[in-house]
């Protein structure tokens, strides 16, 4: 073997194979059994989502309402208030995404069902790695607000 050929681009053995050898009908199978629950998740996410939006907006413009200007410590509620929309502002964010994936995913099984193509497979396997990946980058910041504060007791604990 050459020193050139060892820094070759590695050759695979799906090169040249034609689109129908690809996708089989088992593939296409097993998507057609995950596509109603997908759809069904993605459109109970985009209710949450409404919901979520609604308290979001209420939370934010209740904030000046007649009740909260006669309130003695009015700066602290609006200050929480807006603590609170912020809050349920990047909940409405995760929702929306996380259902727009799923929607996504769902659509793009529908057209590789009617349709066919490996593209199309690509296309919902692409939207279902977007929602894994935001499901894993929400599961990692859950776990450091969790971790944070046993990090910081423990320090204070051995600091004290």
Do not use: C
């Not at 934010?60 to 208030?81: D, H, I, N, R, V």
């Not at 593209?119 to 859950?142: C, D, H, P, Y």
């Not at 607000?145 to 990090?151: D, E, N």
């Amino acid at each position: 073997m050459e020193v050139n050929e060892a820094f070759a681009t590695p050759k695979s053995d799906l090169q040249g194979r034609s689109e129908e050898n690809t996708i089989t009908v088992g593939v296409i199978n097993q998507l057609k059994r995950t596509r109603p629950w997908v759809l069904f998740l993605s459109i109970v996410g985009f209710f949450l989502t409404a919901l979520v939006a609604f308290a979001t907006f209420g939370i934010l413009t209740g904030m000046e309402s007649s009740y909260m200007e006669q309130a003695e410590s009015f700066g602290y509620f609006q200050k929480q208030a807006t603590m609170v929309g912020a809050i349920y502002l990047i909940f409405t964010l995760i929702y929306f995404f996380s259902s727009l994936f799923l929607f996504k995913y769902a659509a793009s099984i529908t057209k590789l069902i009617k349709h066919g193509g490996s593209e199309r497979l690509e296309q919902a396997l692409k939207s279902q790695a977007n929602f894994w990946m935001l499901a894993g980058i929400l599961m990692l910041v859950t776990l450091l607000f969790i971790l944070i504060p046993f990090v910081l007791l423990s320090m204070d604990l051995v600091f004290s």
